[in-house]
């Protein structure tokens, strides 16, 4: 009997041999690119972050910046007022000297004695304040007017000169007790309540006669009972950088004062300057003539 052929044929299927039957390790390196999808992973975690933040930030601002919107929105409505060219330096409201001294006048509003004995030297500008207090009692105070005494205006920079109406026109001239009587005569003036604002004052000349700007010049004319007359012939003291000093403002030009310039007086827009400020600068004192 033949012999049968005992051993097994070979099994087609190959055998892959096993991890543990080789004994070898997995291959643990990083496959290609793994490094930038973590580095992508973590930018992305970053901006989601970022946002979040964002958003939270937003959310907590959103009802005070509608408020802060509606305000800003308000305050851009309204119009822009345009200040005065001189308004932040021009000088204004009460004089040193505007305020007359209660014992400087007797209750009738004539001069004092002390004012009638009077000589050489400065004597108060009655001109009213700006504004009025009120009383306690609630009763309106008598209205301050200036003296009818007459005055010289002097100049602060040059003491010996004062003005003068010569030819109609003012000048700073040379007036002492020495000069002639007419040239004393025509460097005084009479101080009387302003022609367009009783709280200002006008310089008299009798006759109807009163100083006046016309072209910026100071002159003298006649009362023609014009409004525009009035205001012209109207100036406002206002404090002086001088002691005892105060600077005329023209009532209807705001922010130009009487100034001398070449020794005539005219009316020039303020200048915050030594020289103008100088110049601008008058003392009333009791009348030369």
Known sequence: MPERNTESAPDPSPHLPKVWETGETLDQSPIPGTRRLWLAGALLLAVLASTV??????????????????????????????????????????????????????????????????????????????????????????????????????????????????????RLDRVDRRSSSSARQEASFKLVPGLADADCVSFSLGNGRYLRHAQFRLRADRHNGSELFKKDATFCPRPSAFSDAVMLESVNYRGRFLRHRDFRLRLDPYDNSRLYQADSAFRLVKGLG
């Open 53 to 170: 933040t964002a958003v939270t930030v937003l959310d907590e601002d959103k009802g005070a910046s509608t408020k802060d919107r509606t305000q800003n929105t308000a305050a851009q409505d309204e119009p822009l007022v345009a200040a005065p060219p001189v308004a932040a330096t021009a000088p204004s409201g009460k004089s040193g000297l505007a305020a007359p001294s209660p014992s400087g006048s007797t209750p009738d509003g004539s001069a004092s004695p002390a004012e009638q004995q009077g000589g050489a030297g400065t004597d108060p500008v009655p001109k009213p304040s700006a504004s009025k207090s009120k009383p306690a009692s609630g009763d309106k105070p008598p209205a301050s007017k200036p003296s009818s005494a007459r005055k010289s205006i002097q100049a602060v920079n040059y003491p010996d000169r004062y003005w003068r109406l010569g030819h109609d026109s003012v």
